[in-house]
């Protein structure tokens, strides 16, 4: 079973099995036991034509608008948010709007190119667990993730910036 | 000047730590090139045609004398004993090894000083007017803003992967604009409201390289507590919607272009609707907080030394020159603002040995309050300086070659380091400088032509500044030939304007010789009270073709 790494640096076993868009004229194969996330776009379509007993999650693009999602996020067990290469620094911004903006407070993923260096910035957005790329070594993912004890500005995960913590 | 606390302290150190880990699974091959390079770039390191360099932040171009002293020595230590001033105010190293630089950062940190952001897809050091807080004309202290805004952007978790390099610039005179602003991809001017209320006026959308461009005003008024909101926002929409296809439109100002400034406008502002008063909106305190940081030095109460400096001008002409040339109005009585000449013909412009910053930094503490400012043209400025000290300070400054009186002037060129030491250049740039300098050495005649921005670019990227020089100059490559193509016309002021291509290029050896015709057509032209970018302005590039091209 894939490891996922934790906000808190622990590694969990998990099986959520990211199903990617079907090609033209192709429906979508979801896995028969193992719970699935499925690209945002197709669950938006008719988000309640789709029932995965194992459990159902969706996954975005980085250019995808997590605005419209609007109203249902938290109908959703799991969603996930795909960095196509790490230098695509979208995926940051919906992470806040997800959270800050549109409230959603279920488990939110980092997939795709997902590095150590890059952790703690995911985790300041919002996201609370990572799969990380498979060639990077998972037992150094919790030192990156605290590479910094404190932040100069508010995100998702204070939204108190530092010039009114020192005024306390 | 701005003061770190614990905090920052805390910070920087885990910072240094950081790199020092990055850089050991670096070397010992766990992460890709193309996964270390953001973030060595993060912290300044680059690699050039020749070695790595290192860009070191000097947040809008303050120095203090210890932290001079300590550039010094680290140039003298670990790299070939001098350094490079940048256009962004900013300190470059040109040799540094790669494994010495986590050590370089450590030893930059114990004097509050790093490189971080100087460099890569994320916010730059934030710039402003070489001579805030010492001029009568700022509506109000631009540094404490300035400051508000590089802590804001330092590790900036959402922005520290944008489509491309995003540059913030500040300017608070309302008679000038030395910083520029209207050529960066956000340009805020300070204003008052009619309600004597302090904000900004914001450009964005401006820049230099492929297509220059000058920002558009997207909002004339945002009051002041709002400007990390508002400035969250703009970064927003460009991290969203800026292009990451195609490097040469990654720029904000394309994304600007493509929908409009009204349209960009609009979508900032909408977003804006939903942070505008959330906690980061600054709040009366801390503003007046960072403002106790730059408040005036222990200024004596004197009286202008109005007949001392006659008197000594009188009796020495070189003074007297440098005395208008390099030595500004300050806004307390009795007080100068000396502009340090660094660039002297036979040495590349805009470098500095050792053994200078180390004078420098004694000059700062006999003569401006241990304090010294690193300017857009590259020089050094001396911001509190008595004016009965100007004469001693003035003799100190002669030996030292510091003293050379071609502020403004066309000598006072602006420079990129170009092929020689550029790896993206097309053409050399300071053998450009040096034979227009040369051709261009008696300094009455200089004066006579009064202020001219000659700016030097050895390629697209345009790190000279060429589109705004008032007489451009870029590098081309021909065939594998460097050549040399002008423009004229352009401006960085409140007027700012993209210069106009000239026409076909020049060979090297003839770029002396053309500057010199150019120079002809204004001195032939010009009215009275003509600076050349009146001339030009009034009677068009034509008469200045008609004579180079002859
Ligand atoms: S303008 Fe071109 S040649 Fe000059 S420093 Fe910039 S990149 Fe290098």
């Given at each position: 079973m894939p490891e996922i790494i934790t906000q808190d640096g622990t590694i969990k076993q998990d099986d959520w099995v990211l199903v990617s868009r079907p090609e033209e004229g192709e429906s979508l194969q979801l896995p028969e036991k193992q719970p699935a996330l499925i690209p945002m776009d197709i669950w938006l379509a008719d988000p309640h034509a789709i029932v995965h007993k194992p459990g159902l999650g969706i996954w975005l693009e980085s250019h995808d608008e997590p605005e419209r999602l609007e109203g249902m996020v938290n109908d959703l067990p799991l969603i996930a948010v795909n960095f196509p290469k790490f230098s695509d620094g979208r995926g940051y911004s919906i992470g806040r709007l997800l959270r800050e903006r549109l409230g959603y407070r279920n488990e939110l993923r980092a997939v795709g190119d997902v590095l150590l260096d890059q952790l703690q910035f995911m985790k300041r957005c919002g996201f609370d667990s990572y799969a990380l790329r498979p060639d990077k070594d998972i037992n150094k993912a919790a030192r990156c993730l605290n590479f910094f004890s404190q932040s100069y500005q508010a995100a998702t995960d204070t939204d108190i910036p530092l010039f009114r913590r020192r005024a306390g | 000047m701005y003061v770190y606390d614990e905090h920052d302290r805390q910070i920087l150190a885990e910072r240094v730590a950081q790199f020092r880990d990055q850089t050991n699974r670096a070397l010992a091959g766990e992460l890709e090139e193309d996964e270390f390079l953001p973030l060595r770039l993060q912290n300044g390191l680059y690699v050039q045609r020749l070695a790595p360099m290192l860009r070191i932040c000097v947040p809008y171009g303050m120095l203090r004398s210890d932290q001079i002293r300590r550039l010094a020595r680290i140039t003298r230590d670990y790299d070939k004993g001098y350094a490079h001033f940048t256009t962004r105010q900013n300190v470059q190293l040109n040799w540094p090894a790669i494994e010495d630089v986590p050590d370089i950062l450590e030893e930059l940190s114990e004097v509050e000083m790093h490189a971080n952001q100087t460099s890569g897809n994320c916010?730059?050091?934030?710039?402003?007017?070489?001579?805030?807080?010492?001029?009568?004309?700022?509506i109000a202290d631009p540094r404490p803003y300035c400051e508000i805004i590089h802590q804001w952007s330092t590790y900036h978790p959402e922005f520290a992967f944008l489509p491309r390099k995003f540059k913030v610039a500040v300017n608070a005179s309302e008679?000038?604009?030395?910083?520029?602003?209207?050529?960066?991809?956000?340009g805020l001017q300070m204003v008052r409201n009619d309600k004597g209320e302090l904000g900004f006026?914001?450009?964005?959308?401006?820049?230099?390289?492929?297509?220059?461009?000058?920002?558009?005003?997207?909002?004339?008024?945002?009051?002041?507590?709002?400007?990390?909101?508002?400035?969250?926002?703009?970064?927003?929409?460009?991290?969203?919607?800026?292009?990451?296809?195609?490097?040469?439109?990654?720029?904000?100002?394309i994304l600007v272009k493509a929908l409009t400034p009204e349209g960009f406008a609009e979508k900032v502002e909408k977003e804006w609707e939903h942070t505008r008063n959330s906690p980061t909106r600054l709040t009366r305190e801390a503003i007046e907080r960072m403002q106790g940081y730059f408040t005036a030095p222990d200024y004596q109460a004197l009286d202008n030394a109005t007949?001392?400096?006659?008197?000594?001008?009188?009796?020495?002409?070189?003074?007297?020159?440098?005395?208008?040339?390099?030595?500004?109005?300050?806004?307390?009585?009795?007080?100068?603002?000396?502009?340090?000449?660094?660039?002297?013909?036979?040495?590349?412009?805009?470098?500095?040995?050792?053994?200078?910053?180390?004078?420098?930094?004694?000059?700062?503490?006999?003569?401006?309050?241990?304090?010294?400012?690193?300017?857009?043209?590259?020089?050094?400025?001396l911001a509190d300086v008595r004016q009965d000290r100007l004469f001693e300070l003035w003799q100190a400054l002669q030996p030292i070659g510091f003293a050379?009186?071609?502020?403004?002037?066309?000598t006072d060129v602006i420079c990129c380091p170009g092929g020689d030491y550029c790896a993206l250049a097309n053409a050399k740039s300071i053998p450009v400088a040096e034979s227009i300098q040369r051709r261009f050495?008696?300094?009455?005649?200089?004066?006579?032509?009064?202020?001219?921005?000659?700016?030097?670019?050895?390629?697209?990227?345009?790190?000279?500044?060429h589109h705004v020089?008032?007489?451009?100059?870029l590098g081309v490559d021909k065939k594998g030939e460097e050549f040399y193509q002008i423009s004229l016309g352009g401006s960085s002021q409140h007027d700012a304007s993209i210069g106009k291509i000239l026409g076909p290029s020049f060979a090297r050896d003839d770029m002396p010789e053309v500057v010199a015709k150019l120079i002809g057509v204004y001195v032939e032209k010009r009215t009275e009270e003509e600076e050349f970018l009146d001339t030009y302005r009034r009677i068009g590039i034509q008469p200045f073709k008609e004579k180079v091209y002859a």
């Open positions: - | 916010i730059r050091n934030t710039t402003t007017d070489q001579f805030a807080g010492v001029q009568d004309d700022e008679r000038t604009d030395r910083a520029a602003i209207q050529v960066h991809d956000i006026r914001v450009h964005v959308g401006g820049g230099l390289g492929r297509t220059p461009m000058v920002g558009p005003v997207i909002r004339e008024f945002l009051p002041e507590p709002d400007l990390l909101t508002y400035l969250e926002a703009i970064l927003r929409v460009y991290n969203r919607y800026g292009r990451r296809d195609n490097k040469y439109k990654a720029r904000i100002k007949d001392l400096l006659a008197q000594q001008r009188f009796e020495h002409r070189a003074f007297d020159q440098w005395l208008s040339h390099n030595v500004t109005t300050h806004k307390k009585p009795g007080y100068a603002i000396v502009t340090l000449t660094v660039k002297e013909t036979g040495t590349p412009p805009d470098d500095v040995s050792d053994r200078q910053l180390e004078q420098i930094a004694d000059l700062a503490d006999e003569y401006s309050f241990g304090e010294a400012r690193v300017t857009h043209h590259q020089n050094v400025v050379t009186p071609n502020l403004d002037t066309l050495d008696d300094l009455d005649y200089l004066y006579d032509l009064g202020r001219i921005d000659l700016n030097i670019s050895g390629c697209m990227n345009a790190c000279g500044h020089g008032h007489i451009g100059v």
